[in-house]
Each structure stands twice: as C-alpha cells, then as structure tokens.
C-alpha cells in the first residue's frame, strides 16, 4: 500500500482555513448560515429576556414555593438560551460565544418577541404571559425536534420536556386565578388583556421566517396556530374566562423594534459584564 | 398569602425500588399545585422519581406527652433488632 503523500506548507494553509467542521462536512451552514443565524438568535433572545424577567420575581413572589416555581422556570429558559446562542455563535463564524451575544448586544439588536419582555406587573399578568409564551414554545418545540438541522433538534427535543411542565403550571395557575375570587378573576383577565396583542407576532411569517420554513428549519406557524388555539381555548373554558377582545397586534421585535420595557432589563443584565469584563466567578 | 394556604407533607421515592421518604413540606391551595411546588421544592437537584403529598391535617401524630409509655419500653428490648441475623451480601437496602 503507497504510503500517503506529504502535507506540504501550503496544503495546511488551505487546511487551516477552512471551518472547523471540515469544509466539506458542513456545506449545509453555508448555505443556511443567515437565516440560521437569524432564527438562532430570535430563539435564544426569547428565552433569555423572559428568563432574566422571571429571575426578577426571585425574593418578591406571593410565597417561597412560588419563588422556587419561577426561579426553576427563569433557570431552564437561560439554560436553553446558552444553548441557541452558543450555536448562533458557532453558526455566525465570529469568534461570538453565547455570552457575548447575550451580553455585548445593544437593544436594537435583539430579536425576541415583544411578549417575553413585557413587565411581570402582578402574578397573574406574569402567568397570563407565561401561559400564552409557554404555549407557543411547546408546539414550536415539538416542531423543531424534527428540524433538517440535527443540532436545533438536539436542543429542542431536550428543552421541549421543560416547557411542557412551564405550560402545565402557567395552565394550572391561569385556570385557578381564573377560576377563583373576584378579585384573582379580575386581575387574570387584565393580565390577559394586557399581553393579548402580542400572540400574533409569535405566528408572524416575515422574510426570513419564510425562508426558513422553506429550508426545513422552521415549521408551519398556521399550522403552530391551530394547536395553539385549540390548546388556549381549552385553557380558559377551565377558567371560566372569555378570551380578549380582539386587540390591534404590535409587532417589530422581530426586527429589533421593541418597547421600552427591554432597554431597561437589557441595562440590569447587561451592567456587571460590561463594567467588569473579564469577572470570574 | 401563603399562611392562607394548607400545608402538605412532601414524600420522594430517590429511586425505583426504594421507598419513599419524608422530605419536608409545602403550602399550596390544592393538591395539584401541591405536587407541583414540591416539585419544584424538592426534586430540582434529580432527588427523585415519584413523588408523594399528603395534606399534613391527615397525618396522625403520637402525643409527645405519651412518650414515656409510647417508645421507653422498647429501650431494653436489643433481641429485637435483626443484627444477629447474618444478610447476604447481594440482598442489597436492608
């Protein structure tokens, strides 16, 4: 059998150049590398922003066993956006990891919806958000378990079991509040009302959600829609509550237009990486 | 609030085979919500697979007054205790 023949000086510049993936085992990340990017960024935007607005509840929930409840929530949703942003990171071939997507971003360039960062106000317009997020999440989730791209799915399949169980209590506590005094029902109706307009956004198909269905990288949202509703509607009939009035939606989170609720929260998460750069802990 | 709402006393079985054990307890309004915050009491570091709660108005406690009669009389009595019984080695959570 010949022996190989030599790696000569320039064969390794040509080898040093191309991706870590081997330019020829990863040809798919050229081909998708923006609008991967770009839905990357938007998953792991929502999860982080409303992770960090949960972790405000942290010492101020009604009692400690609801603390822990949001905390746990906060936790899992952090943890999966480290996951989409390392890999928007890796996909956006910069040398960004998650950290300095979360951290050394400005406003504009957040992609989350606009209902993550809405304020917690009291708990029952925490939990109406939690419950209309957690639902979308979930069918979007079990969706992109079966994405064309094996690292999404990865991330999905295994984060899709923790939203399972935010829907469930959001649910539980929705139908309860709902269901309760005057005044829980009073305030979980205004809870709903207030995030209302913002579901449509979730459901938005813009340019590039388009294209990413096209790539076999982001489902169906009519079809994300049906089960959505389906699964709301059955919500508040336990809750004995009448869904809101149709709301004018807001959009434009999506394109990095957001309200002025998240420069404040980006400010809080973002002061002690910024002022201290290189904190270890 | 929750000084409103019942307590309930959290059991977890750490895993299958095992029994489940007392491990402390939560308020909730109700026993869904219950097992749910001892869920999320109890279990986020992978302390168990099954979980158990018991609203505690239902547990049935001895008198501390009646601890004399209740538990001294068993002091003396070591033939009690199976150590004189040798146990397999492969007969495992005696």
Same mark, same amino acid.
Not at chain 2, 8 to 21: C, I, N, Q
């Given at each position: 059998?010949?022996s190989?023949?030599?790696i %000569? ?7 040093? *150049? ?24 938007r998953?792991?935007?929502d ?6 607005r949960?972790?405000?509840w ?13 905390a746990n ?12 942003l390392?890999?928007?990171?890796e996909?956006?071939g910069r ?16 992609r ?5 960062? #809405?304020?917690?106000?009291?708990f029952?317009?925490t939990?109406? %958000? #939690? ?5 979308w999440?979930k %069918?979007?989730?079990? #969706? ?10 990865a ?5 899709? *079991?923790?939203?399972?169980?935010h ?5 539980e506590?929705?139908?309860r ?11 979980m109706?205004d ?17 590039a959600a388009?294209?990413?269905?096209? %790539? ?7 079809l994300l ?5 389906a699964?709301? #509607?059955t919500?508040?009939?336990e809750?004995?509550?009448?869904a809101?009035?149709?709301?004018? +939606? ?11 609720h ?11 990486p910024?002022?201290? +750069?290189?904190?270890?802990? | 609030?929750?000084k ?6 959290v059991?977890v ?5 095992m @029994?489940?054990?007392?491990?402390g ?5 109700? @026993?869904e $919500? @219950?097992l ?6 109890y279990t986020?570091?992978m ?31 070591i ?7 040798? $146990? ?5 959570? $005696?």
């Amino acid at each position: 059998m010949p022996s190989l023949p030599p790696i %000569r000086p320039e064969d390794e510049e040509v080898a040093l *150049k191309t991706r870590p993936g081997g330019a020829f085992d990863a040809p798919v990340d050229e081909e998708h590398r923006a609008t991967l990017f770009e839905m990357l960024l938007r998953l792991g935007d929502d999860s982080l922003i409303l992770g960090q607005r949960l972790g405000e509840w942290c010492g101020h929930a009604p009692s400690v066993e609801v603390d822990l409840s949001l905390a746990n929530i906060a936790l899992d949703l952090i943890g999966q956006a480290t996951h989409f942003l390392n890999l928007a990171g890796e996909i956006e071939g910069r040398g960004r990891d998650g950290d300095a997507l979360a951290f050394h971003r400005d406003v504009l360039d957040f992609r989350n919806c606009l209902l993550v960062e #809405q304020p917690n106000g009291d708990f029952a317009q925490t939990m109406a %958000r #939690q419950l209309l997020f957690s639902a979308w999440q979930k %069918r979007l989730f079990d #969706q992109l378990a079966a994405s064309s791209d094996e690292r999404v799915a990865a991330i999905a399949a295994k984060a899709v *079991k923790e939203v399972a169980y935010h829907e469930e209590l959001a649910a539980e506590w929705v139908i309860r509040l709902g269901d309760g005094t005057d005044e829980s029902r009073a305030r979980m109706a205004d809870g709903l009302d207030w995030m209302w307009r913002f579901v449509p956004e979730l459901f938005e198909l813009d340019e590039a959600a388009a294209d990413a269905n096209g %790539r076999g990288l982001w489902p169906d949202v009519d079809l994300l829609r049906t089960g959505y509703d389906a699964r709301l #509607q059955t919500v508040l009939a336990e809750a004995t509550l009448d869904a809101p009035k149709p709301q004018r +939606p807001i959009l434009g989170g999506r394109r990095g237009h957001h309200s002025e609720h998240l420069g404040h929260l980006i400010a809080v998460m973002q002061f002690l990486p910024r002022t201290y +750069p290189d904190a270890v802990w | 609030m929750s000084k409103d709402w019942p307590l309930w006393e959290v059991f977890v079985r750490s895993k299958g085979g095992m @029994a489940h054990r007392h491990v402390g307890s939560v308020h909730a309004p109700d @026993a869904e $919500i @219950a097992l749910r915050h001892a869920r999320d009491t109890y279990t986020r570091r992978m302390e168990g697979v099954s979980l158990w709660v018991v609203p505690s108005a239902s547990i049935i406690a001895s008198d501390p007054r009646d601890d004399a009669q209740m538990f001294d009389p068993a002091e003396d009595k070591i033939y009690r205790h199976p150590t004189f019984y040798n $146990i397999p080695d492969d007969v495992k959570h $005696i």
